[in-house]
């Protein structure tokens, strides 16, 4: 599709309906793939959540969705999916310009994740069963599920459509209303499927999307009295700060997926280097190392460390930074120069350290005026640099050498963060207790990042403590009631 025949939809959906800011302002969204403004977007305050929230409510209480056979709103959920699928290059193209994202990534992951999430929930939501509580004969104790009531969903720029979609399915099959706010740099691709949500039948006012300011609409929603829940995903900063507004308002419930400096353990006994270099490689370059989970660490066993650093600077000479839109492109922009320049910041940081760049480090210009970046490697033997302790959330993986197993698996753990990790050796007694010791809240044994709808996904310590994805997350958006019967 030429990006001259894209409908850019730029207001808020609010109540079934595009809706211009209340106050008519607007703000830019900019392709980093050439710097170029793609469109005006309402720029959503506290007056706009308010509108959206009181939406939300009415529609709640209206019962049309948080009250329908669950079988109806698993049906309208798989619709949604297929309208996703339907209008697979449409939403690739916007999702690849709003972020600077490869193409190819958009069309087959971004897209078609989307998709599946909406689908799996719509057919999970009428086999999720209640449970009758052991009491005594004369008592019919119920325990069922009810949804919370309006959640208000906040997201970062890296996966707008999927992480989107990880709040969005469960929430909404379990019956919630939501307020969803993407983060400023990428509101594009949300605000499509506002659009097709209301096509695919859901009712007016159930799923509403407010872009905006994180420091506007997002502290809005999170301080608004009649949210019940924050469903956030971005940094640790801000998420604690979604927990103060909780606390200063309603005291409603916050589930945070946070950031991650996730450790690979190359052990001496290895199965297969290449497999490990080439998994380490898309572990850290697929979209930019702008992935919450990228495995951003290599702590390698010092015996086979040059071998397998040889290896990893061939996996850095095949993500050359090219034109995002260009189908053969595997690494493309950075989301902006402003985030380009902290990460060269991390990276000036590190080498004024004392840690070794062994590749890239460097910015790169494939188009005029776009944010891009060489794959980078940095090697150190010291744990408290900087580098290795900070989430950089760019091209950029740290190589640390480890003397034995208990050396690699004290430097894996020596991190705020617990997203995930992996172990990459033959033993399988090894792997084992490696998985047990390492506090990630995934942990891939001779893999990266495989992953399911079915397995949960989130993290331990400054990580966050959500679940996305998989029945679990069904438990973030729902709260238990107990019906007591008497038989007497
Ligand atoms: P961010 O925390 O800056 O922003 C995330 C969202 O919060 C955006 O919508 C933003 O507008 C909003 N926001 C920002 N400041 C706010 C404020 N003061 N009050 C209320 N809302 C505010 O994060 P980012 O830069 O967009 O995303 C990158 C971060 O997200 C990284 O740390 C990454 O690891 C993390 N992340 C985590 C996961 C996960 O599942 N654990 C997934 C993806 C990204």
Known sequence: MNPCELTIRSQAFIDGEFAPAADGRTFATVSPRDGRELAQVARGDAQDIDRAVRAAR??????DWALADPAQRGRVLVALADLIVANLEELALLESLDTGHPISDARSVDVPNASRCFAWYGEAIDKVYGQIAPTAPDVLALISREPLGVVGAVVPWNYPLIISAWKLAPALAAGNSL??????QSPLSALALAELAGEAGIPPGVLNVVPGYGEEAGEALGRHPDVDKIAFTGSVAVGHRFQRYAGESNGKSVSLELGGKSPQLVLADAPDLDAAASAIGWGIFYNAGQTCHAGSRVIVARSIADELVARLQEQAGRFVPADPLVQS???????????LDGVIGHVERALA????IIAGGERCEPVSGGAYMAPTLIQTEDPSLPIVQQEVFGPVLVIQP????D???ALANDTRYGLAAAVWTANITTAGRLA???RAGTVWVNTFDAASLATPFGGMKDSGHGRDRSLHALDAYTQLKTTWISLA
């Not at 307020?179 to 400023?184: I, S």
């Not at 350290?353 to 070794?356: P, V």
């Not at 480890?402 to 197993?405: I, Q, R």
């Open 436 to 438: 047990r010791s390492l």
């Open 407 to 409: 050396h690699a698996l």
């Open 179 to 184: 307020v969803l706010k993407p983060a400023e």
């Open 353 to 356: 350290d004392g840690a070794r």
């Open 402 to 405: 480890a003397d034995d197993l």
């Open 329 to 339: 492109t595997v690494l493309g922009a950075l989301i902006s120069h402003e985030h």
């Open 58 to 63: 009415r529609a709640f209480e209206r019962g």
